[in-house]
């Protein structure tokens, strides 16, 4: 199945914690059917020192299951659906369902 959410995309979180917060994906980890969010749904862990870096308490952000984020509409920020349509020349492109603009341009 295509992905509906890549690397790079705007999100917008529709439940959880940080519900109504807006982020760029990190990664998008598709074997577990989750998605990092740059500062969002972020988590405080302890790391011991060593050579390389300084111990104490970093935080740092936690996977989010793709059910609970959306794209957002490249024309308003609201969260849409994405659907698919080929272009004139063959190739697949995303659209936002909510305004019908296109996702990858």
């Known amino acids: 199945m295509a992905a509906k959410i890549r690397k790079g995309d705007s999100v ?5 914690r940080d519900k109504g917060r807006t982020g760029e994906v990190i990664e998008v980890r ?4 989750r998605v990092l969010v740059r500062g969002i749904n972020m988590v405080k862990r302890h790391q ?8 104490g308490i970093i935080s740092k952000e936690a996977p ?11 024309k308003d920020g609201k969260p ?4 698919f349509k ?3 020349d ?7 369902k909510r305004s019908g603009a296109e996702i990858d341009v």
């Open 12 to 16: 917008v979180v529709i439940a959880g």
């Open 30 to 33: 598709r074997d577990h059917g």
């Open 48 to 55: 011991r020192q060593s050579a390389s870096q300084e111990g």
């Open 64 to 74: 989010i299951h793709l059910s609970n984020v959306a794209l957002a509409d490249p």
């Open 80 to 83: 849409t659906r994405v659907g």
């Open 86 to 88: 080929f272009a004139s």
């Open 90 to 96: 063959g190739r697949k492109l995303r659209f936002a």
